[in-house]
């Protein structure tokens, strides 16, 4: 298996422009996490779904953030606009039972 | 409030010792607690999970226990590899309508030849 695909692994862009992450999860496994993390906060949940359902958003920052996941094998993370406080590795991770098991994160820097 | 503090903060120890790191927590209701490694660059794998009945748990070289009437933890490294250079996040899991993860900010440690 490939483990948890994240695309793309670096995003730079300009403050304002819309930004959209993507994950694959391990085939199989039924909840999916979006995570945050940074220097100054550590790790962060943002929101994770369960068979598809968003089941906890309480750790997206703002409306500004949005996440989809419109089947089992697919989920994307959008930033619009996106800001310089959004800089960070946003990770995504699935799990089956209780082990999650996390990509390789994408970095995005906003200028 | 839903806190985990890690300690120390950073450790830096000689290939082949051992260390132990903690973890308190003040979290209610709990569920579980993780131990995560994560390398530079990558993203966290998972090392131990235990819930409440469970006070020792073991993978290889890594154990970690758990007090939940103190609600603390330690993670314990035997025989310290070069490889074992990581941050290590504990991660205390409550449930209280829906799930809540509260993460620890990590300890930084440093294993040198």
């Known amino acids: 298996d490939a483990g948890v695909i994240q695309s793309p692994r670096h995003e730079v862009t300009e403050m304002g422009q819309e930004v959209t992450l993507r994950c694959k999860p391990i085939s199989g496994h039924n909840s999916l996490f979006w995570y945050r993390q940074t220097m100054m906060r550590g790790l962060e949940l943002l929101i994770y779904?369960?068979?598809?359902?968003?089941?906890?958003d309480s750790g997206m920052p703002e409306d500004r953030f949005s996440a989809k996941m419109p089947n089992a094998s697919f989920s994307t993370l959008k930033i619009q606009p996106s800001e310089p406080r959004d800089s960070a590795v946003y990770f995504c991770?699935?799990?089956?039972?209780?082990?999650?098991?996390f990509g390789p994160g994408t970095r995005l820097l906003v200028l | 409030k839903n806190q985990v503090e890690q300690s120390p903060q950073s450790l830096i120890i000689l290939e082949g010792k051992n260390c132990t790191l903690q973890?308190?927590?003040?979290?209610?209701?709990?569920?579980?607690l993780r131990w995560y490694k994560q390398d530079t660059g990558r993203g966290p794998v998972s090392l131990t999970i235990m819930t409440f009945s469970e006070n020792t748990k073991s993978n290889g070289r890594y154990t970690a226990t758990l007090d939940a009437d103190t609600k603390q933890s330690s993670l314990h490294i035997t025989a310290s590899q070069l490889s074992d250079s990581a941050s290590y996040i504990c991660v205390v899991g409550a449930t209280s309508g829906t799930y809540k993860y509260i993460f620890g900010t990590g300890t930084r440690l440093k294993v040198l030849a």
């Open positions: 779904f369960n068979n598809n359902v968003p089941i906890d």
């Open positions: 991770a699935s799990s089956w039972e209780e082990t999650q098991y």
């Open positions: 973890c308190n927590y003040t979290v209610s209701p709990f569920s579980n």
